[in-house]
């Protein structure tokens, strides 16, 4: 059975964070069209309540934007990366309208967007060997999400990575085309990150509105888990 490890070296750096992961095990992700104008509605809904994160202007003075900003600055990280929160933030101040992608990723994205949190994705079947969240040695393998070309990891970058390679950079910034959830895709694990103390409870909630939306729209019961820095490893089923 693989595991899911947050290594000393990430808890030297946040040593109290809490790292909130959501197992799920055999889903199918509807396709018919009435369900698409559910996650469009979904979405709709969430980016409606995403404006709550974003009142002030430059949107780097908002509390979900600074905690990342701030956190970044303990690390060495690509330069220009940012938390995908604030890039999905920045769209809603811009007026996006987010439509329906697929339908786990619409879901995590309702929840990214309502709770003002990053969250990841990862297809479990593409996992090659354990999972960590850790340091980067640097040159770790990385072909971001969209792109053609490789773009390896940075050392001392916090990324998430597998036996091949870099599974998401910088936490959850940019995720990897070989790990990327598709239509074929029948299970996974989500993480949404607590660096610090403040943001706990609304991580916390934030997992637990996931958990019930996918059993939702998904009809799965998603096994949930915290890691800290006293529990640092689980098993992924």
């Not at 698409?36 to 404006?51: I, R, V, Y």
């Not at 697929?102 to 969250?119: A, H, T």
Request: glycine share 4%; charged share 25%.
């Amino acid at each position: 059975m693989k595991q899911f490890h947050v290594t000393s070296e990430f808890f030297d750096i946040f040593p109290k964070a809490h790292i909130y992961t959501l197992h799920l095990k055999h889903f199918e992700q509807p396709s018919h069209e009435a369900f698409k104008q559910e996650m469009a509605d979904l979405l709709e809904e969430a980016s409606l309540k995403a404006h709550q994160h974003v009142p002030l202007d430059p949107l780097s003075k908002n509390a979900a934007v600074a905690v990342w900003r701030d956190a970044y600055k303990q690390f060495k990280s690509k330069k220009g990366a940012r938390a995908s929160i604030e890039a999905l933030l920045k769209r809603i101040k811009k007026g996006h309208i987010f439509t329906p992608i697929l339908p786990i990723v619409d879901i995590y994205n309702s929840i990214s967007l309502e709770y003002g949190v990053p969250v990841g994705v990862a297809d479990i079947d593409q996992l090659v060997g354990d999972v960590s969240l850790g340091v980067a040695k640097g040159g770790e393998s990385f072909r971001p999400l969209g792109e053609t070309k490789d773009d390896p990891a940075l050392p001392g970058e916090v990324c998430y990575y597998d036996d091949a390679g870099a599974i998401c950079r910088n936490f959850i910034w940019r995720e990897a085309q070989r790990t990327m959830m598709t239509e074929d895709s029948h299970c996974a694990i989500l993480i949404i990150e607590a660096v610090y103390p403040s943001q706990y409870a609304v991580s916390e909630a934030a997992q637990k509105a996931l958990a019930e939306r996918l059993e939702k729209y998904l009809n799965v019961i998603p096994e949930l888990h915290v890691l800290t820095k006293d529990c640092p490893s689980i098993p992924i089923p």
